[in-house]
Nanobody
Framework: QVQLVESGGGLVQAGGSLRLSCTASGRANSANVLGWFRQPPGKEREFVAAITWSVGTTYYGDSVKGRFTISRDLAKNTVNLQMNSLKPEDTAVYYC???????????????????WGQGTQVSVSS
């Protein structure tokens, strides 16, 4: 199996930036698709972004497209999420998730990802 560990969360002012990282260990081929999901307080888990490890194809949720950028560092087995122009609505626990493979139109479905990190808190103040 693959283990996923998030880092980089914190408190930031609206309009600011933050970078999250997800480091994978173990069986790397168990997570060819790496995604970021977030869960605001009292709300459902929401798709943020995803990337394929092999090719680097990226996918974004509508609420973050144009502001967030997902990338991968092959040497470090790490997926990064650069978050710019942050809004209070971005406040949530952010989770890294992985899956061996899925249909491209299913990248936003949390139940397709068997591997999850512990989550990291992102708080954006107004």
């Amino acid at each position: 199996q693959v283990q996923l560990v998030e880092s980089g969360g914190g408190l930031v002012q609206a309009g600011g930036s933050l970078r999250l990282s997800c480091t994978a260990s173990g069986r790397a081929n168990s997570a060819n698709v790496l995604g970021w999901f977030r869960q605001p307080p009292g709300k459902e888990r929401e798709f943020v972004a995803a990337i394929t490890w092999s090719v680097g194809t990226t996918y974004y949720g509508d609420s973050v497209k144009g502001r967030f950028t997902i990338s991968r560092d092959l040497a470090k087995n790490t997926v990064n999420l650069q978050m710019n122009s942050l809004k209070p609505e971005d406040t949530a626990v952010y989770y890294c998730a992985g899956t061996p493979a899925l249909y491209s139109d299913h990248v936003m479905l949390a139940d397709r990802y068997p591997f999850w990190g512990q989550g990291t808190q992102v708080s954006v103040s107004s």
